[in-house]
């Protein structure tokens, strides 16, 4: 069989704004979950992205005006399942939180001004590290709101499902406040694989 050799959209910088691309929609929201990240969270799904990585795990998510608006009930909703002691933080994904920054700068800023550091805040991306660095001020912005990245498309030839909250080996789990202070990607030091 031929080899399927189409590959994810690669962005010049800037290229994609959310303030261009976001309608605000949520695609899911998900409580009290153990797979998006360590420990039990909750976990918000936005709507859009272009990366079209081939193989994606949530093409419905891809587009812009999938699910429902974000409203303020919601983010209630996410700041009280948060008070729960056992809930160790948020996750952002997607869809593409990076081309959400309205929302996600929303709700982190909340979480920060709720919780402090106590609770933290983890954020899937099809940007890479060295992509994101290149990137408009809203990115660089919810950027510096969190503290666990994975960065990069989902590419189906370096696919490996034994991955820890990967989907492909080329996809980092990156420690963020680390990485900005010392100016080069300093990987989460608990991975298992
Ligand atoms: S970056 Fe993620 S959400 Fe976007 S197309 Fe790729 S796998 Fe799907």
């Given at each position: 069989?031929?080899?399927?050799?189409?590959?994810?959209?690669?962005?010049?910088?800037k290229?994609?704004?959310?303030?261009?691309?976001?309608?605000?929609?949520?695609?899911?929201y998900?409580?009290?979950?153990?797979v998006?990240?360590e420990g039990?969270?909750?976990?918000?799904?936005?709507?859009?992205?272009?990366?079209?990585?081939?193989?994606?795990y949530?093409?419905?998510?891809?587009?812009?005006h999938?699910?429902?608006?974000?409203?303020?009930?919601?983010?209630?909703q996410i700041i009280e399942?948060m008070?729960?002691?056992?809930?160790?933080?948020?996750?952002?994904?997607?869809?593409?939180?990076?081309?959400?920054?309205q929302?996600?700068?929303?709700?982190?800023?909340r979480?920060?001004?709720?919780?402090g550091?106590?609770?933290?805040?983890?954020?899937?991306?099809g940007?890479?590290?060295?992509e994101?660095?290149?990137e408009?001020f809203?990115?660089?912005k919810?950027l510096?709101?969190?503290?666990?990245?994975?960065?990069g498309?989902?590419?189906?030839?370096?696919?490996?499902?034994?991955?820890?909250?990967?989907?492909?080996?080329?996809q980092?789990?990156?420690?963020?406040?680390?990485?900005?202070?010392?100016?080069?990607?300093?990987?989460?030091?608990?991975l298992?694989?």
């Amino acid at each position: 069989m031929p080899r399927n050799t189409k590959s994810p959209n690669n962005p010049t910088p800037k290229e994609w704004l959310a303030n261009d691309l976001s309608l605000q929609y949520i695609a899911d929201y998900k409580a009290f979950n153990f797979v998006d990240g360590e420990g039990i969270r909750c976990s918000l799904y936005v709507s859009g992205c272009l990366f079209h990585c081939p193989g994606c795990y949530n093409v419905a998510a891809q587009n812009f005006h999938y699910g429902q608006p974000y409203t303020q009930e919601l983010e209630d909703q996410i700041i009280e399942d948060m008070h729960k002691p056992y809930v160790q933080g948020l996750t952002l994904l997607g869809g593409e939180p990076f081309l959400n920054t309205q929302v996600c700068i929303k709700i982190c800023e909340r979480v920060r001004k709720e919780f402090g550091h106590t609770k933290d805040i983890w954020s899937w991306t099809g940007y890479t590290w060295d992509e994101l660095m290149k990137e408009s001020f809203d990115k660089l912005k919810l950027l510096s709101l969190i503290d666990i990245l994975v960065d990069g498309r989902f590419l189906e030839e370096k696919k490996d499902l034994t991955l820890q909250f990967r989907g492909s080996s080329n996809q980092r789990i990156i420690k963020v406040p680390e990485s900005l202070e010392q100016d080069k990607v300093v990987l989460w030091d608990k991975l298992v694989h």
